[in-house]
């Protein structure tokens, strides 16, 4: 078809000649090909057209089909960026493939719901005009990304459309100031600018193409040119991450310490092994082992270790505390058990704990009654941590400062601000990505946590207990990453930043504004129908 027709079908006065099956059609394939910036080779350009795509398809609809286009491209692309939900809950969670994959359906649904809410409020602006359409969808976007994060107890913002973007040097710096959501609004602002380009009629079509094209050119040169502007800043310390490979297990026999006493062996070796670059940190990660400070199996290992080392150690365990809290039910002889990191200094005494604050939904905490008693229906390995309450910060020799979070927190710029507004001078994330297999969700994870880096302008030490171990720089360089699914240790760069960022200071206060935008223009939009 000619441009010109494509161009005549998109206006909302001519939106009944377009089936509603084709537009159904297209925006759940935007929604799966949106996938392909997530996944095997990390194509960004999707993340870049896809959301445009959708906008599209929303255009003259009738606004529960609007509705509709929005929910299958939220559904089809958590199912085709997010299987390895289902398989983790198969494999690890003890539920069968088919409850795996009914679960991973109803978290896909849930997104849909969301992205739905996203096409619906599109289509409202879009029946002002589309020009008012194209200038809110970003605004609306990171709204929805930001409820999204949000969400009473199962907050995921799991691969924001900002991610792909992040992955340029140049771009993601712009995260020092809007933390990723800044991004995601670039994304989204450039896919609503294609749409614009192909949709509105404020001004002659090459008029609206001459635009677009200067927009992508000064992208492009911001893409191209922006990472050889990025400094290098140099490291002068050096933290020895283990990478424990240990395999994932669903319980732990009482002589765990005994039968794995090689391993544990090795695991020394390799942590007090000679290197040139003399490391002044010592960094296990979160790990499928019974450890715990209260095991005085554990304590005498950790404690030897540090002494040995002559530097602090730290290393993910379970904390036992006592109940206070009468409303909890204490499985432990009056104690309840946290997922925390433990410090320990170079004589071997525990001198820092801090405890997760932002446990996995159904996986590490029951986070409603009601529907964990459906969960325990299929599976018994829901598990029972308690959530910590405090960002607190460590100090190690010489008064330099740290903050450290624990896997899943490393999705939540919000939280993981925190730290650095605390004053920690480096952030310290420690992960057991193991039950996520070979999927794609390892890299995600840390494409993520990279981000967290640069929001924050200080560097990252990750230490996993299969992959990926590596070091950030502030600016987002990984630096010298281990190779998974292997026992091994790198001695990783690190340094201290007092510096704080806008991000840091003002945590989302660029989302908040996304969002206080929104709500002006759906409401202007009731109001002026009314």
Same mark, same amino acid.
Request: avoid cysteine; proline fraction near 9%; charged fraction near 15%.
């Given at each position: 078809m000619p441009w010109g027709g494509w161009l005549t079908y998109l206006r909302p006065q001519a939106g009944t000649e377009i089936p509603a099956s084709f537009r159904l059609i297209v925006a759940a394939i935007s929604g799966a090909a949106l996938s392909f910036s997530y996944t095997g080779l990390y194509l960004s350009i999707y993340s870049w057209v896809c959301v445009g795509i959708l906008l599209l398809s929303l255009f003259g609809a009738r606004p529960r089909l609007a509705f509709g286009c929005g929910f299958l491209h939220g559904l089809l692309f958590v199912l085709t960026a997010l299987p390895w939900i289902a398989t983790v809950l198969a494999?690890?969670?003890?539920v069968s493939p088919a409850s795996g994959w009914s679960l991973l359906l109803l978290i896909a649904v849930a997104w849909g @719901?969301?992205?739905?809410a996203f096409a619906w409020s599109v289509h409202r602006l879009s029946c002002q005009s589309i020009d008012l359409a194209c200038l809110g969808a970003p605004f609306l976007w990171v709204t929805f990304e930001f409820a999204r994060a949000h969400l009473p107890e199962i907050g995921f913002p799991w691969n924001l459309l900002g991610y792909p973007a992040a992955a340029n040097l140049g771009l993601i710096q712009l995260a020092t100031i809007t933390g990723i959501y800044g991004l995601s609004f670039l994304a989204a602002g450039f896919n609503a600018l294609l749409t614009w380009m192909a949709a509105s009629n404020m001004m002659m079509p090459r008029a609206r193409i001459t635009c677009a094209g200067a927009a992508t050119a000064i992208l492009l040169s911001a893409a191209l040119a922006g990472p050889r502007l990025v400094p290098r800043p140099q490291a002068h310390h050096f933290a020895r991450a283990v990478q #424990?490979?240990? $395999?994932?297990?669903?319980?732990y026999p009482a002589d765990w310490f005994p039968a794995h006493t090689a391993d544990l062996d090795e695991i020394a /070796?390799?942590? #007090?092994? $000679?290197?040139?670059?003399? &490391?002044?940190?010592l960094v296990w990660p979160e790990a499928p082992a019974p450890f715990s400070y209260q095991d005085s199996q554990f304590a005498k290992i950790a404690s030897t270790l540090a002494i040995r080392f002559g530097h602090p150690f730290l290393a993910g365990a379970v904390e036992w505390k006592p109940l206070v809290d009468y409303a909890d039910v204490a499985p432990h002889g009056g104690l309840l058990p946290y997922n925390s990191a433990l410090l320990f200094d170079a004589r071997g005494q525990r001198v820092f704990v801090y405890d997760k604050? !932002? #446990?996995? &939904?159904?996986?590490?905490?029951? &986070?409603? $009654?009601? @529907? !964990? /008693?459906?969960?325990?229906?299929?599976?018994?390995?829901v598990g029972g941590f308690h959530k910590g309450n405090k960002y607190v910060v460590g100090q190690l020799p010489g008064g330099n400062t740290f903050g450290v979070f624990i896997c899943y927190e490393a999705i939540f710029p919000g939280?993981? !601000?925190h730290f650095a507004a605390n004053d920690a001078q480096? #952030?310290?994330?420690?992960?057991?990505d193991g039950w996520f297999g070979r999927s794609a969700a390892a890299e995600q994870h840390l494409r993520m946590a990279r981000v967290r880096a640069v929001e924050n302008r200080r560097w990252l030490v990750r230490a996993t207990n299969n992959g990926f171990t590596v070091s950030v720089d502030p600016y987002g360089r990984i630096l010298e990453p281990l190779p998974p699914d292997i026992r091994a240790a790198a001695d990783l760069p690190y340094d201290f930043r007092t510096d704080k960022t806008i991000y840091t200071r003002f945590g989302d206060w660029f989302a908040w504004l996304c969002v206080l935008v929104s709500a002006i223009l759906v409401i202007t939009t009731f109001r002026k129908a009314k």
């Open positions: 494999v690890h969670g003890g @719901i969301l992205t739905g #424990l490979n240990f $395999p994932e297990v669903e319980s /070796r390799i942590s #007090l092994a $000679p290197a040139s670059q003399k &490391p002044d940190l604050v !932002h #446990l996995v &939904p159904f996986g590490e905490y029951e &986070p409603f $009654p009601l @529907i !964990h /008693r459906v969960v325990a229906s299929v599976s018994g390995q939280e993981v !601000h480096l #952030l310290i994330n420690i992960s057991n």
